[in-house]
């Protein structure tokens, strides 16, 4: 049972991680959302994000939470453009505030789980 509590924290490494990923590495080079240069940036957030969030496990807890500050910099850009610009309801957003409380939590706790 020890075992499972001290690698719990991979489960959602991973899901997370593979999530961003799958879809950042598209997004390289690519703006998104009509947003100019800071849409060339949601790629890169993305899928560094994700390697950062992964890696951090292994090796320091500033690269967990710099990855998953990359991931939630996403995030709120996420629901902001949902809410306010393209007029979605809050509905349409549960998976980001979802992804977005891992991120606040793993920037909070790093490697200490």
């Known amino acids: 049972m020890n075992i499972i509590v001290k690698n719990i924290h991979w489960l959602i490494r991973i899901s997370v991680a593979s999530t ?4 950042g590495y598209p997004k390289l080079g690519v703006s998104v959302a ?13 899928l560094f994000g ?3 969030l992964i890696l951090g496990g292994f090796l320091h807890a500033n690269l967990t939470r710099v990855g998953s500050l990359l991931i939630a ?13 393209w007029n979605d309801h809050l509905s349409s957003v549960e998976w980001q505030f979802l992804i ?3 991120c606040i939590f793993f920037i909070i706790r790093g490697n200490k789980i």
């Open 73 to 85: 910099v996403i995030m709120i850009g996420a629901i902001y453009m949902h809410l306010f610009k």
């Open 34 to 46: 009509n947003l100019g240069y800071v849409g060339y940036l949601v790629g890169p957030f993305e």
């Open 100 to 102: 977005l409380a891992n």
């Open 50 to 52: 994700a390697i950062f």
């Open 20 to 23: 961003f990923i799958y879809h």
